[in-house]
Structures are given as C-alpha cells and as structure tokens.
C-alpha cells in the first residue's frame, strides 16, 4: 500500500532499545510548529506511554535535558501534561469516565458506530485513507482522531461511547481515560462545547485539495446541518482475540510477586531483583473493553523486554489462591482495584494530584513546577 509507504513512524518497534531511540530522536521545537499537520514531527511514544512501558516523566526529564528554554519545549510538556491530566481524571471519576460525565450529549439520534467509519467509506479521502493505515498500523494522528470524533458525534449524531470503544480498541495507545475523555471532550460532555472541523481544515493539514464532500461547508452551516445519508447505516462492531498461551498454575512458585498488566509493562520496575514477575491477562477486563488482536499481540510482544516475565490469562482470583501467602505488588491504576496486595505509586510529570474541572487549571499549577 503506497500510503504506508510514507508512514515508517508507524511502524511501533518492541525492543527497549528501539524505544530508547524514539525518546532521543524528539524534536521539541519542530513538534510545536508541526504537530497539527499529517507530517509533523510527532514523538510516535504514545503506544509505549499507554502500555507503561514509559512514562510521561520519563519524556520530559529527557526534554529538559536538551538544554532548551522553556517557550521551546513547552508545547510538547503541555501535551505530555494533558495526559497526566485525563489519568487524574480517571482515578477521580473512575468508571464514570465511560458515561456523560458532565453534561448530557445534545441531539443524539444514533447509537453505534457509523458503517461509513467502520469501513472506511465516509467518502472523504484523508479520512478513510486514514482508517484504512489505522487498522494496518494500530496508529491515528490526533487531527485525525478528532475529526473522527467530530463527524460521529457533532454530524452524524452518534452517542460517543461506542463509536470511542471501536477506536480504543484499535489503537496500540488506546487508553480509555486519554480516549473516552477526548470523545467526550469533542462531543461536548465534558466541557459544555463541541467540536468540529470543515474540509477546508481537513485539506490544509492533511494535503489534501478535496471539494464537495458533506463537511465542505462554512462553519456556520454546522448548527443546521441534516444527518448526510452516509453516515446513516451504523454497525454494531465487535471484536474477538485469541489470548497468549498461558503458563499453568503449578508453574508459579509462592515467592514475591509483581504483577503487570495491559497498562503496566515497565521493564524498570524493580529491575533486577529476585522476584516473580507475572503479565496478569483477564479476560473479563478484555470483554468489557474489548481490543484487537494486534493490539494483544502488541503488549504481549512488548513484555519480552520485561525480564523472566511469565503470562498467566485468568483472573486476579485465581492467580492470588495460587500464590497463597506470598507477597504481590502491583502499580496503582483504576483498572486494578480488585487487586489485594502491596500497590505502588505510578510516575508522574508533576506531584499535582486531584480533579480539576478544566485543563488549564492543573497546566498553571503543574508549570510552575516543571518550568523550574
Ligand atoms: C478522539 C481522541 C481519542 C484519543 N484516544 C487516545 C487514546 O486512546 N490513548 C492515548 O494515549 N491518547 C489518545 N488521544 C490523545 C492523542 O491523540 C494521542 O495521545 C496522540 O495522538 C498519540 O500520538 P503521539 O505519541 O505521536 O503524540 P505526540 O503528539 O507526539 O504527543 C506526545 C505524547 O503526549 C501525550 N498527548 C499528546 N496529545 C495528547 C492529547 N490530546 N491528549 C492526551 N495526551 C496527549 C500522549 O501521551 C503522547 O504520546 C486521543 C485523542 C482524541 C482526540
């Protein structure tokens, strides 16, 4: 496929060293002048932030250290911090991240997926273009991601949720509080204003000169815009996955145990020391936020960088009466609160912690620490 061709960064390597290349080859100042348009010179590190394999302040100490001034790295920082910001979020809101969580979705006439989106037919080209590398690549550019979002929710009239589950679970970054919480951000749930893009926006930063398709219009016709046809047929998506072959019961000794998970393959954590190391893989967590097959395959690949890692696929219940009285650990996350055992802290960019009802207000606290 020519249009891969001129996408080798979206091709996610999974050795350490590969990774620890993308982190050096960040160019914070080219990111801000470039990162809205389909070439710009992005980081490509959300897929390994997302499946913890590094963290958001890993990134910046290596930003900093580029000596750069401030007003130079900052619009890079303050992406990196709007991660930090929906994980804060999640571990407020919890599970009503996956709900309206503050105002209630105007004008909704649809649930499900739009086909057109789904199949990769919404007859603009830079989008299904897109969609079509998204399920080669398990990657989409945030313009991307957003005008998706727009066209579901704000032309299309779908309730977010499942349209956000389909890509959530395509994505090697899928993380359901950066995902959910930006759907909901687009759909207007979460602030009390939508979003959404013309073709005139799409054509200046995705080089594309298309004319006459439903989003070639000014941005005043939006208010009025009847549903077009395309985006009436829904598809009710749904995904199944082989899961790894697991090791048996019998094989786990009753020794210290760290757990990893989907959102957890550090291969830094408590490197070195003499203990079991698991990747905990429970089907009910996947049922419910169900992903692809690459997506698995993806995080399972990136554990071999974890040493002596043993996949276990069954549930925290079992795992633990196995273990009997051995001690676990595991890092803090919302998905983990069924774990019993010793939990430690995840990495952050900043210490502030809490819900904030708007971005800007945890960005003025958290700069003022990380400008210093
Ligand atoms: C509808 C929608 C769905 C999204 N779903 C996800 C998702 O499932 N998982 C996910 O990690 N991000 C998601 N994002 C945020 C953003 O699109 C991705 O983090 C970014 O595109 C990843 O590519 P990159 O690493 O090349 O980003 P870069 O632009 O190089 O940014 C570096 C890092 O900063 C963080 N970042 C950048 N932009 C954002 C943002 N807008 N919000 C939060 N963090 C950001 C990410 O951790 C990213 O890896 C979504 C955005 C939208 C609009």
Redesign the pocket.
């Known amino acids: 496929m020519q249009a891969l061709k001129n996408h080798q960064e979206y091709d996610f390597p999974l050795d350490w060293n590969s990774i620890q290349d993308r982190i050096h080859a960040i160019d914070p100042i080219k ?1 801000a002048s470039t ?1 809205n348009f389909e070439k710009g010179a ?5 897929p390994y ?2 499946r913890g394999v590094i963290s ?1 302040k890993c990134i910046f100490e290596h930003t900093k250290s580029l000596d750069l001034e401030w007003r130079s790295i900052e619009k ?1 920082v303050q ?2 911090a ?2 930090d910001y ?1 994980q804060q979020v999640w571990v407020e809101k919890q599970s009503r991240i996956e709900s309206d969580l503050n105002f209630e979705q105007k004008a909704v006439l649809h649930s499900g997926v739009p086909a057109a989106i789904v199949e990769a037919k919404t007859g603009i080209e830079a989008i299904d273009s897109a969609i079509q590398i998204f399920y080669k690549t398990g990657y989409l ?2 313009h991307i ?2 005008y998706i ?1 727009a066209i579901c929710c704000n032309i299309g009239k779908y309730h977010w949720s499942a349209p956000a589950k389909w ?2 679970g395509n ?1 090697l ?3 359901l509080a ?2 959910h919480l ?2 909901q951000w ?1 759909a207007g749930t979460f602030s009390n204003r939508n979003y959404v893009a013309n073709q005139e926006n799409i054509n200046k930063y995705f080089n594309s000169a298309q004319r006459n398709t439903f989003l070639d219009v000014p941005y005043e016709a939006f208010n009025k815009l009847e549903v077009p046809d395309v985006l009436i047929k829904r598809h009710h998506w749904k995904i199944e996955i082989n899961y790894p072959e697991s090791i048996s019961l019998q094989a786990l000794k009753e020794k210290k145990t760290l757990i990893y998970n989907y959102y957890n393959l550090d291969p830094l954590w408590h490197k070195g020391e003499d203990v079991q190391r698991v990747l905990l893989i429970e089907p009910d967590v996947f049922k419910r936020y169900p992903i692809s097959q690459k997506c698995m395959d993806f995080a399972v690949g990136l554990s071999k960088n974890i040493e002596d890692i043993k996949v276990f696929v069954g549930s925290y219940s079992t795992l633990q009466e196995q273990l009997k009285n051995a001690e676990i650990v595991f890092k803090e996350h919302p998905l983990n609160d069924h774990y019993q055992g010793i939990q430690e802290d995840r990495e952050w960019m900043s210490s502030i912690e809490g819900y904030f009802s708007g971005f800007f207000k945890f960005w003025n606290k958290a700069k003022k620490e990380l400008i210093k």
Do not use: F
């Open positions: 990111y990162r992005l980081t490509y590190l959300g932030i997302s958001t890079l992406e990196l709007w991660r929906w550019h945030n991601r957003m979002a890509m959530y994505l970054d899928g993380d950066s995902n930006s759907w687009v």
